[in-house]
Structure formats: structure tokens, C-alpha cells
């Protein structure tokens, strides 16, 4: 687990900083499958699942094929930046917050059973997740918006230049509480995915090396262990990314598709159930799996690395 793996007290911002190194570096590899999640998720929006229209995307390779074909690196890279940006304000607080966290849970107390500190870890990435979600919001939605643009799926894309033309037409058009439209939905993604991501990839870590066939630091450790960790968290999460996506993309104004505010991914999630189903929930899958499982992978080996080298460096 994290605060095993690294006992020194470093200030807080130093923490967020190595996170932030590596997660988004991690990003840089898996954020084409993030471009092709994204538009696997907005198609067929709340068609029925025996809809006879055709539909560009057949899969999710087929959907990477397509984008790199007529898009380009350019396509299949679309809001790298902005997701960079993102997994520094995101996952560097949600990861960084992680360790001291888990101190105020208490996490590894004497006497705690394997359920308990399992279910103070849950508590202390879903508090992290919460926090995260809510500091990185304002960055997904603007890389949503880029990612769907081109999106032949979609019912609906905006036609922003880029990152910073993005910024500005959010700002003209909606104001600053623009920024934070789909906040309500961005949190319980967050939330959910952090608590099952980090919960796992500490309950796996401390079982592979209770095998006595690994030590902590073992890069091997922190593979099998992130490997299983993004299985979980991909299953767990993608109900929520899809709802997510779905809010922050959809039109503003009186031709929104879902209702606004606190009900709004209680209104979301109802009509994708009603139009395409339970399985309307796992749309992008795949995608999803060939981009958080990489990614989850990269993030924990990165970030154990990066704060062992830290340790040796005393920081």
C-alpha cells in the first residue's frame, strides 16, 4: 500500500507534485483510448439497443481506426493537454491526499482485521476521489467537449479550435459556473472510482506479498497488483464515466437532453436505462478497460518509482 511503501513525511504539495508526475505521464499513453471511450460512449444516445440506424463506430478498435484514419494523430490525441492538466489537478490531489488521509481513517491501525482496513481504505479513496473529482471537474469538461468534437456518433459537439478558444467560448457563453456544469456527475465518478481503484490495489498488493514470493518495492508487485486494480475499477466506474461524459456533453440551454443541477445523473442514468438498457451503462467498455487498465497500471508503477527515487533524494 502507498503509506507502506513510502513512510516519509513529505509536505503535502510534494506529494500531489509526484503523483501529478506520474499519472500524467501515464496519461500520454492512454489517452487515445480515452478519445475513443468517449466517442464510444456518445453513440447511439438514447437509442434502443435494436435501433436500425446505422452506427459509424462497430467497436472500439474500429472506432481507433476511423479516428486515426480521418483525424489523425491530432484526432486520436484530441485534449492532450488539457488531460494532462487534468491528471495533475485530478489524480494529484486524489493520489497525493491518499497517504495523509489514510492517517486520519486510521488505515493499518493494531488489532484492525483485513474487512476493517479494507473498508478504511474504501473510505479514504472514496474521501480523496470526492475532493479530486470536485478540483478537476472544470478540466473534464473542457477535454470531454474536445474529445467528442468530430464525433460522428454524437448527437450533438461543439466546435471549439482548442483548449483555449474552449475556455473562452465557456466563459461568453455560460459564465464561470459554466465550468462547473456536470459537477454533479463528475464527483460520484471520481468517487467511485478512486475508493474501488485504490482499495484494490492495496488489498491485492498486501496479498501478492503475503505470498512471500514478492517484496513491497518489486515492480512485479505493483504490476500484478495495478493490473487487477484496473479490471475492478473499470467495472465499477463505467456506469458513472457514462453518465459523466453524457452531462458534460450534451447541448446547453433548452434543447439539454438531461436535467441540470443535483438530479441531473439521476435523470441521466434513468433515461439510458429506459432507452438502451443496463448495458446502454457499459457502453465503451473496452475502450474504457484498454484505457484505465494501462493507465492504472503505468500510474501505480510510475508513481512507486518516482517516490522511491524521492526517498533516496530525502524528499
Known sequence: MAQETSPRQRPLLLEIALAGMATSGACVFSNPMEVVKTRMQMQGELEARSASAPKPYRNALHCFYRVAKEEGLRGIQAGLSVGIVYQIAMNGTRLGLFKPVCSVYGVGAAGDSEATRFLKTLGAGATTGAIGGFVGSPIFLVKARLQNQGNKAAKFSYGYSGPIDAVKQIFKQEGPKGFFRGVEGAVPRVVVGSASQLSSYATCKRAVVATGLFKEEDVSTH???????????TTAMNPFDVVS?????QEVGKKSIYRSGIMG??????KILKTEGFFGLYKGWTAHYLRLGPHTVLTFMLWEQIKAFADEKGL
Open 223 to 233: 504490476f500484478a497488483s495495478s493490473l487487477v486494480a484496473g479490471l475492478i475499477v
Open 245 to 249: 461524459t453524457r452531462l458534460y456533453s
Open 265 to 270: 445523473p439521476v435523470d441521466c442514468f434513468g
